[in-house]
């Protein structure tokens, strides 16, 4: 066995668990705001608002500027390479707003999934080119972490031993890649939601997925304590014709991630994976309430469950300003009380209730 030649020094690690433990403090979680131009395409055409930078950047704008009643629960937040060079109102980057309002940010790194040769539609995720100068100028740019996604998913073949194992291994060369830049990387392994299967076999293979990402986190010397996972929850198939109640998704997941995730990892930020933004709340509560001890935090790094009522107020009109953001605040707050296990659902909203699933989902 060769000697382990660190390649961080002491205050590398401090500063990297330091930036890991700010995003995830108790009552705090991430707002993913990182949708790609064709992402937000979709969504925009859902409110028939037109797709140009002007919109994406009044859109985020919106968010970025709530009323300080987000600030205790939103830690972090992840930007998509064009938001981090657009400026506020007043001509301040979105970065330098948003730490002066005490937020970390974040910078999707990847290029997106491409299809695995040989296997049943399986698919790897691109971008590790150029990663290492590109670590190197986000952080210059006032990035402190960084999201890198992968995707897997259930069929009666599949994930297939060499997804799995492909994916690791190129989630920890990001994450090491990440980390000697000073950058904080959120390993991302989503077991799509897609298919009839049952809570059991998403369990099983949630299982497998993260125990061979920490095995390939430990091969690359990968400082866990500098690092944060974005997995999905532990839910049936969306087609799935059996109803489990919030509590067997809770003890399922927590389950799961007691076998796999190691103590060392500060927290979990679980991606909302097309559940309403209800559902999205309700299940993060109730882990967050499960009798099984959990080491690390668990909290939300949402995108849609944050986002869906915020942008159906606003509907691409100005006027709504207000409106979306109030509907955005009141998600947060949702969110910010189920990390901690103190959410009591009171129904939902305009757009509370209604599933976010979207097949096949790509961002």
Known sequence: MPHQYPFLTPEQKKELNDIALRIVAPGKGILAADESTGSVAKRFQSINAENTEENRRLYRQLLFTA????????????????????KTDDGKLFPQHLKERGMVVGIKVDKGVVPLAGTNGETT??????????????????????????????????????AILENANVLARYASICQMHGIVPIVEPEILP????????????????????YKALSD?????????????????????????????????????????????VPGITFLSGGQSEEEASVNLN??????LHRPWALTFSYGRALQASALKAWGGKKENGNACQEEFIKRALANSLACQGKYVSSGSSAAGGESLFVANHAY
């Not at 691109?126 to 100028?137: F, I, T």
């Not at 997995?231 to 809770?250: D, F, L, R, W």
Request: aromatic share 6%; net charge positive.
């Open 220 to 264: 690359h010397h990968v400082y866990l304590e500098g690092t944060l996972l974005k997995p999905n929850m532990v839910t049936p198939g969306h087609s799935c014709s059996h109803k489990y109640t919030s509590q067997e998704i809770a003890m399922a997941t927590v389950t799961a991630l007691r076998r796999t995730v190691p103590p060392a």
């Open 125 to 162: 995720t691109q971008g590790l080119d150029g990663l290492y100068e590109r670590c190197a100028q986000y952080k210059k740019d006032g990035a402190d972490f960084a999201k890198w996604r992968c995707v897997l998913k259930i069929t009666n073949h599949t994930p297939s031993k060499l």
């Open 286 to 291: 109730t882990m967050n309430q499960c009798p």
């Open 194 to 213: 897609d298919g009839d299967h049952d809570l059991k076999r998403c369990q099983y293979i949630t299982e497998k997925v993260l125990a061979a990402v």
């Open 67 to 86: 009323d300080d009643k987000v600030k205790p629960c939103i830690g972090g937040v992840i930007l998509f390479h064009e938001t981090m060079y657009q």
